[in-house]
């Protein structure tokens, strides 16, 4: 997609949701729904409030979380997509965990590994990683085998094939992934960051709302939105880099 | 030389051996091209997986060049039926990628023969798009030249005109054997055609039902002739290949 289809999808989901919202609260009318102007008239507030700081943080935890889940997820469907034995023994716990809300493991983790930044990482670790394992061994399964014949034919190692075509070939389900991991962690990290911490955008949103401040609680939800999106674009741009040969970039 | 010495292919189907091919023996002369042709399931490209070094499990032996034949070893160049470039890379970087599996650096000489296959080949301005992007044709194309550009001992091609629509097929057809009477690397290739067969092959090999093994080897005297469908041997010999195909396959 050209840049310019995208400013311009951008700016026509930016009007018609804020048409939207303008509406409803025009509507419903009360002080719990304000209009976006409001909203974003006190955006000129937030450098006070320090809401750089708490998105940062937030930042810090989404990349530390989907970071390590990566290392961990990749590397383990790569080894389960290569060896039958070790999908053997991994496969039913990979299968029993993944339905498993692991969310409500949050208490568990703060119990195990304290308040800290610790627990909310490894919540985000629990629920990422074993949609990245699947995702990779899937992955590297679904290459059709003849991919795999004018390479060999060459006497290629292992590590060459893995280089030139498993690698390339898994690129834009891993891409997709990244992205549904980071949607993901932003969600998870509302709800981790409620708790034993006084950083973080999802802790601002929840200490506006319990302050009664709704404006300020609207700020930190656009403001989460934005960065959400921010993200997603980085990604877009990455995927386009690195995946140029795909039909839809074109 | 390309010497095949009892190869017999067989794999394991709900706890049976299946003989899938052989044994068969034959020798093929460097700068030879033989033209395999047999009915569909006889092993044709169970033939060319086991020379190409992707099937390693054969019983019997093949050398090529006094050596047991090893992809590491030899270098072998395999256009596979849907051609076989990575959709990933785009034309050039595919045609190159023979040369970056056997760490080959690019001298003067080399770029001059990539940059005349290239020409040749008529793929220069298509060098940057990728896989996708490309005709039939074009694809081919690409596939001949990345087998070219490398030095192969041995060219391994499994029904490398069937994708094509009749005209582009022909075109491919006379542009390959314009570049391979170049080079002239000793070259296996399977057809269904048997016009293709007298016409790029100089032996035509005529396997049997599965497990395939040698019905008969014709030595083909229309070998480079052009205007072959006006030669009137060329109708004698395809009908002879014709009977025998008949004969051989009701085996």
Avoid at chain 1, 67 to 90: D, F
Avoid at chain 1, 181 to 188: D, R, V
Wanted: net charge neutral; aromatic share 10%.
């Amino acid at each position: 997609m050209k840049l310019k289809e995208k400013t311009r999808l951008f700016l026509q989901g930016f009007i018609m949701i804020n048409v939207l919202w303008y509406l409803l609260a025009i509507i419903v009318d009360t002080r719990v729904l304000p209009t976006p102007i409001e909203v974003y008239l006190n955006l000129n507030n937030l450098y006070d409030s320090r809401l750089h700081i708490h998105i940062l943080i937030s930042l810090y935890r989404v990349i530390y979380g989907v970071g390590i889940s990566l290392l961990l997820g990749v590397s383990t469907g790569l080894l389960m997509a290569y060896s039958k034995t070790w999908n053997k023994v991994l496969n039913p716990l990979v299968y029993f965990t993944y339905p498993v809300p692991k969310t409500a493991l949050l208490p568990v983790a703060m119990l195990l590994f304290g308040l800290g930044d610790t627990s909310k990482v490894i919540v985000i670790v629990l629920i990422l990683v074993f949609q990245v394992i699947i995702a990779v061994r899937d992955a590297v399964l679904n290459i059709p085998a003849d991919t795999y014949n004018p390479i060999r034919s060459l006497g290629a190692s292992r590590l060459q094939i893995f280089r030139y075509i498993t690698l390339p070939a898994i690129l834009p389900a891993m891409l997709t992934n990244l992205r549904l991991s980071i949607g993901t962690a932003l969600s998870i990290l509302f709800f981790a960051e409620g708790y034993g911490t006084q950083f973080g955008i999802g802790y601002y949103i929840l200490d506006a709302w319990t302050r009664i401040d709704y404006i300020g609680m609207y700020t930190g939800i656009v403001s989460i939105s934005l960065f959400g999106f921010v993200l997603f674009v980085l990604i877009d741009i990455l995927e386009e880099t690195v995946c140029k040969w795909k039909a839809w970039n074109k | 030389m390309l010497e095949i010495n009892n190869l017999s292919v067989s794999y394991i189907s709900e706890k049976n051996t299946v003989n899938a091919l052989g044994p068969i023996s034959m020798e093929i002369e460097s700068g030879d091209i033989i033209a395999i042709i047999g009915p569909s399931g006889c092993g044709k490209s169970t033939l060319l997986h086991v020379l190409s070094g992707i099937i390693k499990e054969y019983g019997g032996q093949a050398i090529l060049n006094g050596a047991k034949l090893d992809p590491k070893l030899h270098d072998i160049g395999f256009i596979p039926q849907n051609f076989g470039l990575l959709p990933w890379r785009n034309v050039e970087k595919n045609c190159l990628l023979s040369l970056k599996i056997k760490h080959k650096t690019i001298n003067s000489e080399l770029r001059e023969r990539i940059d005349y296959i290239m020409n040749k080949l008529d793929i220069n301005s298509l060098k940057g798009r990728y896989p996708e992007e490309l005709s039939g044709g074009q694809k081919q194309r690409a596939a001949i030249a990345r087998a070219f550009i490398m030095n192969t001992d041995l060219l391994l091609m499994d029904e490398p005109f069937s994708a094509l629509d009749a005209l582009t097929r022909e075109e491919a057809q006379e542009l390959f054997i314009d570049v391979w009477n170049q080079y002239k690397p000793t070259t296996v290739f399977v057809t269904h055609s048997i016009e293709e067969a007298i016409y790029i092959g100089k032996k035509i090999v005529i396997l049997s039902h599965c497990p395939g093994s040698i019905v008969e080897i014709i030595d083909n005297p229309l070998f480079n002739t052009e205007d072959l469908r006006q030669n009137e041997e060329y109708l004698r010999l395809s009908s002879h290949i014709r009977t025998i195909i008949k004969k051989g396959w009701k085996i």
